[in-house]
């Protein structure tokens, strides 16, 4: 069996993954809420579980410290959370990095997963994928693929172009499951959970519609497997 090669720290990836048999992984806002909410908690080098905390919804474990958390593992640029997959671009800070904060991710929320339906097994298939994003103008076309991935849901061809930016904008822009809030408008949730690293590689940040062009053409160019 072919080994994946470590991720190297300081470099950005496009990580990825689906239900196991292409099955929904997300039936509620909780469950939503709740992998977000281990995006947050996850991402530091001390070990923590969410039962750990009193509370556990959402606001609650944003509202938490973060020098609680330890060392940060990875910068998360964008995220989206769909039904049957999710969608992540991270930088790596520490070594060994993304692995961990995929581990306590995936564990965390397959555990809840589980618990909630009385279900046992693996609910993802495999371990997850990472694609080394090797210069800028990779990263700044991922980026728009993965927080406008959404789109499908609205507009299901859309990475073939075939999209009506007016009609599916408004409900887009709101999408509460992914950071694309954090490049249009001011969200305090997914400020929370990103961090501001991306930012630096824009000197304009570009409007939907350019957006839009930069995921299809990523999907063309490099035909992600999700």
């Known amino acids: 069996m072919a ?20 099955r929904r992984v997300f039936e509620s806002k909780v469950d939503y809420e709740r992998f977000m909410g281990l995006l947050y908690v996850s991402n530091g080098d001390w070990t923590e579980a969410i039962s750990d905390r009193y509370r556990s919804d959402l606001p609650s474990l944003l509202a938490g410290d973060p ?5 940060p593992l990875v910068d998360i640029a964008a995220f989206s959370l769909m039904p049957t997959h999710v969608h992540f671009v991270l930088q790596q800070l520490q070594d060994g990095g993304i692995a961990r904060f995929m581990q306590k991710v995936f564990t965390g929320y397959t555990m809840h997963f589980n618990v909630r339906r009385d279900r046992t097994g693996a609910l993802f298939a495999g371990t997850y ?4 994003i090797d210069d800028d103008r990779y990263l700044k076309k991922v980026i728009p693929y993965v927080i406008l991935n959404p789109a499908e849901l609205l507009e299901p061809k859309w990475k073939q172009g075939k999209c009506n930016i007016g009609k599916i904008r408004p409900q887009l822009l709101e999408y509460p499951y992914s950071s694309v809030k954090e490049f249009f408008s001011k969200d305090a949730t997914t400020r929370k959970i990103t961090g501001a690293g991306i930012r630096e590689y824009y000197d304009r940040m570009p409007n939907l519609t350019e957006m839009l062009e930069d995921a299809r053409d990523y999907y ?3 035909s992600p497997e999700v």
Request: aromatic share 12%; with cysteine.
């Open 129 to 132: 994928k990472a694609k080394h």
């Open 67 to 71: 020098a609680e958390r330890g060392k």
């Open 3 to 22: 080994t994946r090669a470590p991720c190297v720290t300081e470099e950005w990836y496009h990580c990825y993954n689906r239900g196991v048999d292409k």
């Open 220 to 222: 063309r160019e490099y």
